[in-house]
């Protein structure tokens, strides 16, 4: 059985009136204590600067509705108000979907990255140890990088062995980002490696949440310096992370062997914790 609930009222003489219907998709869903509201419009989902917005914390949500609603497209303004108010009332996800498009509840449910927007609340998000269980994910997660030389290949033996070095970034319960953290005891030193996030959730600020991560870690483990190998993403480091550049002497000896023995000639970089 599926209901199907019209968005009509009624007053009290008995007149019909046409109401909200994203009201009442609200409502229904605090009456029903639901974890997930969709809502099905005739847009690809809320836009910034003509872009799609994958994911929006209601917070920031918030602050777009309060200072700069004119950024939401006046068709999407009601859909955009509505999934704030129904995340502050115990709606954990609202997603905002094309139902244009084939098959597209299906996309936005059941895969990783989905097709509309979704605004969800803090618990949506979330950085965990890695397990046995995601080594699958972490190769499938760096393929690409690995294949464009990006990250250098790490056979499943490898992660297996160091599993309690990797981090996950989960959004929804899916893997959208991973980090390691080597630790150097002796040295005091620590690495920060394999960091990468699925280029369908870049520029949302999640590679630097895993290096402030790392970096968090390091500092409670009594660690007086972070490192890092990069052949590509150096920049980004130096400019976003605030590490400088190092030389290999900055590596301990038996990760200076390695590193010389990969002939990938990567560059060093530092950063002093202390």
Do not use: W
């Amino acid at each position: 059985i599926v209901p199907v609930v019209p968005p009509l009222g009624f007053d009290g003489d008995g007149k019909t009136y046409r109401v909200n219907s994203d009201s009442v998709a609200l409502e229904v869903a605090k009456g029903l204590g639901a974890i997930k509201l969709i809502y099905i419009t005739t847009q690809d989902g809320l836009l910034k600067q003509g872009q799609l917005i994958r994911q929006m914390l209601v917070a920031d949500l918030d602050t777009i509705l309060a200072n700069h609603k004119e950024e939401v497209l006046p068709e999407m303004l009601s859909k955009a108000i509505h999934a704030a108010a129904a995340c502050h009332a115990g709606v954990q996800r609202v997603h905002i979907i094309n139902g244009r498009v084939d098959e597209g509840l299906l996309a936005e449910v059941f895969s990783n990255e989905g097709i509309g927007t979704l605004i969800y609340a803090n618990e949506y998000q979330q950085i965990r140890r890695a397990m046995k269980k995601d080594i699958r994910a972490i190769q499938m997660l760096t393929k690409k990088a690995v294949e464009t030389d990006e990250l250098v290949k790490r056979p499943r033996v490898s992660i297996e062995k160091n599993i309690g070095d990797f981090y996950i970034f989960e959004i929804d319960r899916n893997p959208v980002a991973c980090v390691a953290l080597h630790l150097y005891a002796e040295q005091k030193k620590g690495e920060l490696a394999c960091l990468y996030v699925n280029p369908l959730h870049e520029n949302q600020g999640i590679g630097r949440k895993l290096i402030q991560f790392v970096e968090s870690k390091a500092r409670e483990m009594g660690l007086s310096e972070l490192l890092a190998l990069s052949t590509q993403a150096f920049t980004y480091f130096q400019s976003k992370a605030g590490f400088t550049e190092g030389t290999p002497d900055d590596l301990p000896a038996g990760r200076r062997e390695k590193y010389e023995q990969s002939g990938r000639k990567s560059k060093v970089l530092v950063k002093k914790l202390k």
